[in-house]
């Protein structure tokens, strides 16, 4: 890898972070349940913690008055978990759902909040200018209103279509399949309305949507799985169980991804000499997989800059280095907010060495690290 991070690799160290942060707020000031509570009297009643995509992608539109299904993923753009969401006490549905996760959500269902699922939007409502705020204080107002003033200047540019979050990864890892608009008909600005209310993660993440439709319109992987798994593996064998490690990704994450290369035959998975250990590396096929990734990465940059304006693009990266160091490990100063809660969950894990290349939204409660 080349020693100046690629431009999407900063966006999503910017976007991981600023989503781990806020939801370790989220879970602070939530009654909530998770896999390790071993809870009192009740706990039945308060919904399973979820990160910060499940507001953007389902909370955020969800009222009293009811929304359909429909109307749901109009306004978000987006799919989201919708039996995952029944499931963790956010929302019930009429007529109530057959068992069978989001495929038994017809478009014409009403979705209602809980008890819970109120409780839940009254927290992470006002979570996103208090974030900001801390960052101002933490990088200084300049450095954050420069990089709030680039992402406009990109975002200005791009098709209003977009959701305003990542959606959560479909299969294979594919970002640009879980859209409800062709990626292919994505160019120019749909409507000309302004981005001018959108919020520093919304901005983040709709940039950072834009490259990975852009690389996966040319790549036959995704940018989720080169990004955070073909990066780390080579034609030397690498302990499976170190991928974490390496990737700033879940295990589960790595499993998904190790699973969708050997299936192509671009990985193996084999046990170590002498022990029950595994290891993984890439075929000869994956290594020319890999140099594609990498090739494909600075072709969608030099894209970038002919429809956006270099001079747009310049101003992104700038204020990205000035705010992550260039870097996205644990000497950037985006992991300043991220110690966890020491009654939270992320506190009960080892923590990272890095962030992940691109976010690992998956189904599992949109965590952007794929936890």
């Known amino acids: 890898m080349p020693d100046r991070l690629p431009l999407p690799t900063l966006l999503s160290g910017a976007l991981v972070a600023y989503t781990i942060e806020l939801d370790n707020e989220f879970e602070r000031q939530m009654s909530h349940r998770t896999a390790q509570t071993r809870s009192p009297e009740g706990s039945r009643q308060r919904p399973w913690w979820a990160s910060m995509v499940m507001w953007s992608t389902c909370m955020r539109y969800v009222s009293d008055v009811g929304v359909t299904v429909r109307e749901l993923e109009r306004l978000a753009r987006t799919r989201t978990n919708l039996g995952g969401m029944l499931r963790w006490g956010y929302i019930v549905a009429e007529p109530t759902p057959h068992p069978g996760g989001s495929s038994a959500f017809r478009p014409d269902m009403v979705l209602r909040p809980t008890d819970g699922g109120r409780r839940a939007q009254d927290v992470w409502r006002p979570l996103f200018d208090s974030i900001e705020l801390r960052w101002h204080t933490r990088f200084g107002a300049a450095a954050v209103e420069d990089l709030q003033r680039s992402l406009h200047g990109a975002a200005d540019q791009l098709d209003d279509r977009l959701p305003e979050c990542l ?205």
């Not at 594919?174 to 309305?193: E, H, M, P």
């Not at 990498?294 to 304006?309: A, I, P, S």
């Not at 490990?329 to 020491?342: C, K, N, R, V």
Request: glycine share 12%; hydrophobic share 40%.
């Open 167 to 371: 959606p959560i990864l479909g299969y294979g890892l594919s970002t640009k399949d879980r859209l409800l608009v062709d990626a292919d008909q994505l160019g120019g600005r749909a409507s000309g309305s302004a981005d001018s209310e959108l919020g520093l993660a919304a901005l983040l993440a709709r940039v950072l949507l834009a490259y990975a439709i852009d690389f996966e319109r040319a790549s036959a992987l995704p940018l989720a799985l080169c990004a955070n798994v073909v990066r780390v593996l080579n034609e030397t064998p690498v302990r499976v169980r170190d991928l974490p490690l390496l990737s700033g990704v879940s295990k589960e994450a790595i499993s998904m991804g190790m699973g969708v290369l050997s299936k192509r035959g671009l990985a193996v998975v084999d046990a170590e000499p002498g022990g029950r250990l595994k290891t993984a590396r890439l075929t000869a096929d994956g290594m020319t997989a890999r140099h594609t990734y990498l090739r494909h990465l600075d072709e969608v940059e030099d894209r970038c800059q002919t429809r956006l304006g270099g001079d747009t693009i310049a101003a992104l990266r700038q204020s990205l280095d000035q705010l992550t160091g260039g870097s996205i490990e644990q000497t950037s100063p985006l992991f300043g907010g991220l110690d966890p809660h020491p009654d939270g969950w992320r506190a009960t894990v080892p923590q990272p060495h890095t962030l992940p290349h691109y976010p690992i939204v998956l189904h599992r409660g949109g965590y952007p690290d794929g936890a």
